[in-house]
């Protein structure tokens, strides 16, 4: 078993994944047709070459994300895409995933939170693979639009495990949703948010995650390494942090490798993710992960490290985590054995 072989066969968790940045090249057009959505792509090498946006990145990437999201209209959509993702999900022997969706854009498009659920739950639960979902928050819209949310999701409470917040961050800082946090954790989710990478006041963000909003996780998390009472924080609480190296088609390799580098010898509980699979030339996590280890000459151990921090990190009971962590030792022990 070469190295490459040891990533492909790793048992593997991803626990930072939008569902709406699942949906294929090929899939955008057809859904495009299918529902009458006029999109400025004609092909997929067009949808392609736009993934290789400017600066500023996360606006740039945001814009792109939402104009490929327009195309799904209604459950048949949202279920498609579920379904083909968590097919994909079984070649990546990924054992557990949990995925983020956005309610607001769903419903904004006509989709009612009911039919989302029923969508996505119904590819779920025919699916090999664990799953979760996590109902996230478009931290550009209103709090009480999340309020509202929250709302929506009551008598879904048992298919929901956590909440969070993405999308455009400058301005809209975590603590706008303070009282949206207080009363998730209330109705019993495990909170997490996202801090994006190079984003004016990321510091002050990632305080505001860790201190008011007090989550379990921060997605990317990458300005943590900025403030060491923020370092204390995070491996005191095991808050993990979900990093996604993803990369443009342009980009000469995965981004942020010093940074995971950084993480791991600080002894932070980091993991690899992908974050949207079909709008990054990253793409799916063995593809991941084995550039990542290639280019940033991360050893065996220190690829299982990043997976034994997404188990840790997971929101699944401890017996599942358990088996998990064992097949994993043992994936790792009969490459070393061999090696
Ligand atoms: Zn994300």
Redo the contacts with the bound molecule.
């Keep these: 078993m070469n190295m490459n072989e040891f990533i492909a066969a790793m048992p593997k968790a991803e626990l ?3 569902i709406e ?1 699942t949906v294929s090249a090929k899939k955008v057009l057809e859904l495009a047709e299918r529902n009458g959505v006029d999109i400025p792509y004609a092909s997929e090498a067009e949808i392609v070459a736009a993934q290789d946006y400017s600066f500023p990145a996360l606006e740039n990437f945001l814009d792109y994300h939402y104009m490929c999201s327009s195309v799904l209209r209604d459950g048949r959509d949202v279920y498609e895409i579920t379904r083909d993702f968590l097919e994909k999900c079984r070649f990546e022997n990924i054992r557990h995933v949990e995925m ?1 969706f956005d309610p607001q854009q769903h419903i904004e498009r006509g989709v009612s939170f009911d039919d989302l659920m029923e969508a996505m739950m119904t590819a779920c639960q025919a699916s090999e693979v664990s799953t979760g979902l996590i109902m996230c928050m478009n931290r550009e819209r209103s709090l009480e639009s999340a309020m509202e949310m929250l709302d929506l999701a009551d008598k879904h409470r048992e298919d929901i495990i956590g909440v969070g917040l ?1 999308s455009y961050e400058e301005g809209n800082p975590p603590i706008k949703f303070q009282e949206f946090y207080d009363r998730a954790r209330e109705d019993g989710y495990r909170l997490t948010a ?1 801090c ?1 990478c190079d984003q004016k006041d990321a510091v002050k963000h990632a305080h505001q995650c860790a201190h008011d909003l007090n989550v379990d996780r921060i ?2 998390g990458l300005h943590v390494l900025d403030d060491p009472e923020l370092v204390e924080v995070v491996r005191k609480r095991e808050i993990t942090l979900t990093m ?1 190296p993803t990369w443009r088609p342009s980009d000469p390799e995965p981004r942020r490798l010093k940074a995971l580098r950084e993480m791991l010898d600080l002894g932070l509980p980091v993991c690899l993710n992908t ?2 699979p079909e709008e990054f030339a990253s793409r799916y996590l063995t593809h991941m992960m084995q550039s990542v280890q290639q280019k940033g000459n991360f050893s065996a151990e220190e690829m299982t490290q990043f997976m034994r921090n997404a188990f840790r990190g997971s929101w699944i009971g401890q017996e599942q985590r358990a088996i998990h962590l064992t097949e994993l030792e043992a994936h790792l022990e009969a490459y070393l054995k061999q090696n």
């Design positions: 930072h994944i939008h940045g983020f993405d996202h994006d997605d990317h996604c974050d949207d």
